[in-house]
């Protein structure tokens, strides 16, 4: 009995201290994200550089890229610098007739909608995206992946 329970233990202490190894891990690839896409934003005088974090954090939430909200902002708007007025709309949301309460709230409705409405319905690419955000556009795509390549040109390619 005193055996199981050691091996027990001893396989517990392993498989927490793995998960811990894991979740370093990802919080290091979160604050390398962080940072390129903070010198990105500033380098576009983005308003959205101070919300970098909730950009990657919602993404992650989401399961969609962590470039792609930022490169649709860079085609919609200017990443954000040409907006109709206190809308936070620089994603072009209904043809940039709607608005939003506050950069979070923007941020967070884009990303659960990409997720709910495009990923989860079959659109995994930027172009199968562009057929449903940006009809009939035939270069919305080439502008949001020239964005994405942009924030991380070490990245992979864009495809969820």
Do not use: C, H
Not at 36 to 63: H, M, V
Not at 100 to 126: C, H, M, P, R
């Amino acid at each position: 009995m005193r055996k199981i329970l050691t091996i027990t233990l001893t396989l517990l202490i392993i498989a927490l201290i793995k998960a811990g190894e894991v979740a370093l891990a990802k919080e290091e690839k979160i604050i390398q994200k962080k940072l390129i896409l903070i010198s990105y934003l500033r380098n576009k005088k983005s308003p959205l550089e101070e919300y970098t974090e909730k950009l990657i954090l919602s993404a992650e939430n989401n399961n969609i890229d962590w470039r792609l909200i930022p490169a649709i902002t860079g085609v919609e708007s200017s990443f954000g610098k040409r907006i109709p007025y206190n809308s936070y709309n620089a994603y072009g949301w209904a043809n940039g007739e709607y608005k939003f309460d506050s950069w979070e709230e923007s941020i967070e409705i884009v990303s659960q909608t990409l997720n709910k409405k495009y990923v989860q319905k079959g659109a995994t690419n930027i172009d199968k995206i562009a057929r449903i955000y940006a009809p009939p556009s035939t270069t919305w795509a080439d502008k949001v992946k020239f964005f994405i390549n942009q924030i991380d040109p070490i990245g992979l390619p864009y495809e969820l």
